[in-house]
């Protein structure tokens, strides 16, 4: 495996694009992923993450993306949902990139007034249009397991049967490793997206909400969360997460923590390339 970083881990701090990507490299991950909305970045700082990123010879992996209007009970609104994750698949392609990282939306209503299954529906509907969009680009989707209550992939079960059922080999799933944790995932189950992993991310939490901590601020399992993804037969991607650091102005001693955590963490399982 490789150990990457997601680049909104500086947003809301001092350090900018370009400073970013540098650090990144200097403190010795293996790849990038970038936060970037082809809808909202400038033509300028787009060339100057990649260009920068070719420089320091840091990988650009994946893409991230929310598009909870995918379910959205407005087929306008899908349609140009839609338009938009397209429109991020070109960025990841010319970007160089492997894969999308695609968080969906949740259930509206209390699941109420709409029945479950039909905002299931349009969101397994919309993940074939858009898988073989990806497709077409030589791209993967990888779907993130959110721990909300009304997310509609929140657990391994319904992460695997959802990928299953849209049955387009591009769409597949992104482990986050304390998002397991968050909703009482066994080690054990993790094996049930044995080949239909893309992509991982990591990070710690307390156990009861979503925190984006770096390895040991919590109280996340995750080196026997991370094994088990090893040996389902992944041997991709991990992304540290970290986002909206209670410290700004120390933001690289966050990073560089969080990096120093995991790469041990990583080296012990034997699972870092």
Sequence with gaps: ???????????????????????????????????????????????????????????????????????????????????????????VYGLGGRNLLLVLGEYIWQREV???????????????????????????????LEPFDESLLNSVERMAAFVDEVAVPQVRANCDISHL?????????????????????????????????????GCTPIKEYLAAIRDTGFDGVVSIELEFSPEPSRILDWVTEAYEQTDRIMRELNCRA
């Design 1 to 91: 495996m490789k150990l990457g970083l997601i680049n909104s881990a500086w947003l809301g701090t001092h350090v900018s694009l370009e400073e970013g990507i540098r650090n990144t490299k200097k403190l010795g991950f293996d790849t990038l992923d970038l936060q970037l909305d082809p809808l909202d970045v400038s033509p300028k700082d787009l060339r100057l993450a990649r260009e920068v990123a070719e420089e320091v010879g840091l990988p650009i992996v994946s893409v991230c993306c929310v598009a909870p209007g995918l379910i959205d009970i407005n087929p306008p609104v899908r349609a140009y949902n839609l338009d938009r994750v397209r429109r991020h698949l070109d960025l």
């Design 114 to 144: 709409i029945p479950p299954e039909v905002q299931w529906g349009w969101a397994v509907e919309g993940l074939r249009d858009l898988g073989r969009h990806a497709a077409d680009l030589g791209l993967e989707i990888a779907l993130e």
């Design 181 to 217: 944790h968050l909703v009482n995932t066994p080690f054990e189950d993790v094996a049930k997206l044995a080949g239909r992993i893309a992509h991982v991310h990591l990070s710690d939490c307390d156990g009861k909400v979503h925190g984006d901590l770096p390895p040991g601020r």
